[in-house]
T-cell receptor, first 117, second 113 residues
Framework: AQTVTQSQPEMSVQEAETVTLSCTYD???????LFWYKQPPSRQMILVIR??????QNATENRFSVNFQKAAKSFSLKISDSQLGDAAMYFC??????????????FGPGTSLSVIP | EAQVTQNPRYLITVTGKKLTVTCSQN?????MSWYRQDPGLGLRQIYY???????DKGDVPEGYKVSRKEKRNFPLILESPSPNQTSLYFC????????????FGPGTRLTVT
């Protein structure tokens, strides 16, 4: 069974600085998707970025980028030029591409990010 | 507006009193899922559905039931709630396929006393 680990329960960053959130996962599959979701205090879950395992190029969405290391099973999220609105809980998630398995989504425990003005 | 709605948003109930949390989506998504969120555990999948009349267990299905009689609705039923089911619950939907983003409802905060 797949597992997702986020080893940093809490992190903080100064406004305008860069922060990296860690995520590691365990799987025996070769193709899958990885996601980062953001949950602000409003509790609404928002997709930040997604990465397909077979794509070597790291995904980027504006100030958000990932460092995907497939062999190491690592999927970290880098937030550049941090803003106060980035303060939230961030969840890493895994989804299989195997047709009989992609209905299950595995989430990590989350990292709470604080942004210091 | 494309959205997933859940009701109620907050619910306090007593042990053993049956309750239903409704979930509805207006995006014609095939896939729907229920999660519970607990501190330090992230989101854990309770049940999911790939289409009408097709449901399956997630990682923590004990004490819950679901049904999918219509494509847009996926209610979560707790027939005899217990205090360990106190949690934050999310419904989500997406098109079928692993690449698709899940759209989440606003969450339901359930307290069982």
């Amino acid at each position: 069974a797949q597992t997702v680990t986020q080893s940093q329960p809490e992190m903080s960053v100064q406004e305008a600085e860069t922060v990296t959130l860690s995520c590691t996962y365990d799987t025996s599959e070769s193709d899958y998707y990885l996601f980062w979701y953001k949950q602000p205090p409003s509790r609404q879950m928002i997709l930040v970025i997604r990465q397909e395992a077979y794509k070597q190029q790291n995904a980027t969405e504006n100030r958000f980028s990932v460092n995907f290391q497939k062999a190491a099973k690592s999927f970290s999220l880098k937030i550049s030029d941090s803003q106060l609105g980035d303060a939230a809980m961030y969840f890493c998630a895994y989804r299989s591409k195997v047709k009989t398995s992609y209905d299950k989504v595995i989430f990590g425990p989350g990292t709470s990010l604080s942004v210091i003005p | 507006e494309a959205q997933v709605t859940q009701n109620p948003r907050y619910l306090i109930t007593v042990t053993g009193k049956k309750l239903t949390v409704t979930c509805s989506q207006n995006m014609n998504h095939e896939y729907m899922s229920w999660y519970r969120q607990d501190p330090g555990l992230g989101l854990r999948q309770i049940y999911y559905s790939m289409n009408v009349e097709v449901t399956d267990k997630g990682d923590v299905p004990e004490g819950y039931k679901v049904s999918r009689k219509e494509k847009r609705n996926f209610p979560l039923i707790l027939e005899s709630p217990s205090p360990n089911q106190t949690s934050l619950y999310f419904c989500a939907s997406s098109f079928a396929g692993p690449s698709y983003e899940q759209y989440f409802g606003p969450g339901t905060r359930l307290t069982v006393t």
